[in-house]
């Protein structure tokens, strides 16, 4: 089993849509969590760090359950920008940094 | 905010020979990382780079074939050693620091072909 997991996609919607990804963990021990955005040939930014309470920026709605170690994304309102594969990042180290990161769902948004 | 930059942006190598990657970032970083992304595929992590000692390497990653120096706060190398196409990827430095521990931020990436 891989250590993060996500639904590779693609997801097609139309501006405007509402979508949502998931991502799933194995490691119980995982200190910290992440979602990061790829655009083509460049290189992986972040996009939003993911809080057990939840959290919000914009447009776009991280959720983490710990119980379950499940991990969402949620974007409304979806723009031609947001075209893009979404990564789903897990740090597994109690100390140090180790991501370990999700093979991306990719998301194309079109007019 | 600080800027990673890495060179070369790309190369096409021959099999058999080495190449040497660089990775400098312009502001003062705690930890520094190697990744690799195959075609197709999500990142993975080589080593952390440790400032005046040998790298820390993954499960997979060997320092013969992946030698790794860091000898200041800023800088990095990766070399990749006597390459076969299987070698053939975009290899990135990423480095943490500014904001929170667990934050990465990644260079442009270098992308490697070998024939």
């Known amino acids: 089993r891989k250590e993060v997991e996500q639904d590779p996609g693609p997801f097609n919607v139309p501006e405007g849509a509402t979508v949502a990804f998931n991502c799933t963990y194995s490691n119980s021990a995982s200190q910290s969590f992440f979602w990061y955005r790829q655009d083509c040939r460049k290189e992986p930014k972040l996009l939003m760090s993911?809080?057990?309470s939840g959290n919000e920026d914009g447009r776009f709605t991280a959720q983490l359950n710990r119980a379950s170690q499940y991990i969402s994304l949620l974007i409304r309102d979806s723009k031609l920008s947001d075209s893009a594969t979404y990564l789903c990042v897990v740090n597994t180290r109690e100390y140090g940094n180790k991501l370990v990161f999700g093979a991306g769902t990719i998301l194309r948004v079109k007019s | 905010s600080a800027v990673i930059s890495q060179k070369p942006s790309r190369d096409i190598c021959q099999r058999g020979t080495s190449l040497t990657i660089q990775c400098q970032v312009d502001?003062?970083?705690?930890?520094m990382f190697w990744y690799r992304q195959q075609p197709g595929q999500s990142l993975t992590l080589i080593a952390t780079?440790?400032?005046?000692?040998?790298?820390?390497?993954e499960s997979g990653f060997v320092i013969d074939k992946f030698p790794i120096s860091r000898p200041n706060l800023t800088f990095s190398t990766l070399t990749v050693s006597n390459m076969s196409p299987e070698d053939s990827s975009i290899y990135l430095c990423s480095a943490t620091g500014w904001r929170s521990y667990n934050e990465q931020f990644f260079g442009p990436g270098t992308r490697l072909t070998v024939l």
């Open positions: 502001s003062q970083v705690t930890m």
């Open positions: 780079a440790n400032q005046g000692s040998e790298a820390t390497y």
């Open positions: 993911v809080y057990s």
